[in-house]
């Protein structure tokens, strides 16, 4: 009786860890690619440093992202977290002042 409670433990884990750590990775990485895939010449993004900038030119795996009037970055289309209609609103006007 004792090997066979064992055995229910072990696959009562590994179903708990499948849906609270590998699934939740899985749909993030998949949502990650779909985003990349969808990037084009012109959108707003925010790499994972924190660099907000609009895509000027795309590559096979960088682009240039425009952060400031003539100032150009390349970074690694992987370094994209999110697009700028992504962005909640509260984080865009963190750094004005609150009246």
Do not use: C, W
Request: no cysteine; net charge negative.
């Amino acid at each position: 009786m004792q090997p066979i409670i064992s055995i229910i433990f072990i696959g009562l884990l590994f179903v708990f860890f499948y849906f609270t750590v590998i699934r939740p990775q899985q749909q993030r990485i998949k949502r990650h690619q779909e985003l990349l895939t969808q990037l084009r010449v012109g959108d707003e993004v925010e790499t994972i440093g924190g660099i907000q900038g609009k895509i000027v030119s795309m590559e096979s795996g960088s682009m240039d992202l425009e952060v400031a009037p003539k100032v150009v970055v390349k970074v690694s289309k992987r370094a994209v977290s999110t697009k700028k209609e992504d962005i909640p609103e509260y984080l865009e006007n963190e750094d004005q002042p609150q009246d």
